[in-house]
């Protein structure tokens, strides 16, 4: 089991670039998510899919940010334009059913974003 | 919406030392606690977990936490700690019936000092 792989592992952009970040589940899972990390905010959750669709995008910060899953082994995080405040590491995580006690989250390893 | 507090941004330690990290939650219903560690350069993994029980949990590597109600906290212990503990600790919460959908706190970043 090769876990949560995520990409690029450092992505350093100018301002106004767009970026991509990547992220293949551990296979079988159901449920994808996308987390973002910051100093000022810590943790937060951005997106949640099942079974390929959004079901919960309440916390993705602005209309610059968008997530899909075209299918199940792989899902973006787009930021088009990107600005510094998006500094962050972003993780994504997986697991294999929404209840949290028989099947945790497995994160990856984040990407360390630098918008500059 | 629940909320996670730990006040310890940064905390240093010798190895033997022992440890409590602070993790209070704001949340009126019955929640589903977490500690997350990440060491350097990794993901982060589950520490241990409250459902329901015993309001003392064990976890791996010799952590446990305990959860006390009337406080909203889950605070995180180890008798004695060691180098290779050194890494970024998050308190989650959720509520009980909301499976993964989490809420961490800022965490707390541990040094311990050889």
């Known amino acids: 089991d090769a876990g949560v792989i995520q990409s690029p592992r450092h992505e350093v952009t100018e301002m106004g670039q767009e970026v991509t970040l990547r992220c293949k589940p551990i296979s079988g899972h159901d449920y994808l998510f996308w987390y973002r990390q910051t100093m000022m905010r810590g943790l937060e959750l951005l997106i949640y899919?099942?079974?390929?669709?959004?079901?919960?995008d309440s916390g993705m910060p602005e209309d610059r940010f968008s997530a899909k899953m075209p299918n199940a082994s792989f899902s973006t995080l787009k930021i088009q334009p990107s600005e510094p405040r998006d500094s962050a590491v972003y993780f994504c995580?997986?697991?294999?059913?929404?209840?949290?006690?028989?099947?945790?989250?497995?994160f990856g390893n984040g990407t360390r974003l630098t918008v500059t | 919406a629940q909320s996670v507090s730990q006040h310890n941004h940064h905390v240093i330690l010798s190895e033997a030392a022992s440890l409590e990290l602070g993790c209070n939650y704001s949340?009126?219903?019955?929640?589903?606690l977490f500690w997350y560690v990440q060491y350097p350069g990794q993901h982060l993994q589950l520490l241990l977990k409250?459902?329901?029980?015993?309001?003392l949990v064990k976890g791996i590597k010799g952590f446990e936490a305990e959860f006390i109600k009337s406080k909203f906290s889950f605070n995180l212990r180890k008798p004695s700690v060691q180098w290779s503990d050194t890494a970024e600790y998050f308190c989650?919460?959720?509520?009980?019936?909301?499976?993964?959908?989490?809420?961490f706190g800022g965490g707390t970043r541990l040094m311990v000092k050889p």
């Open positions: 949340y009126g219903g019955t929640v589903n």
């Open positions: 995580a997986s697991s294999l059913e929404l209840s949290s006690y028989n099947s945790p989250l497995h």
């Open positions: 409250y459902f329901s029980g015993d309001p």
């Open positions: 989650a919460v959720n509520a009980w019936n909301a499976g993964n959908m989490l809420t």
């Open positions: 899919f099942n079974n390929n669709v959004p079901i919960d």
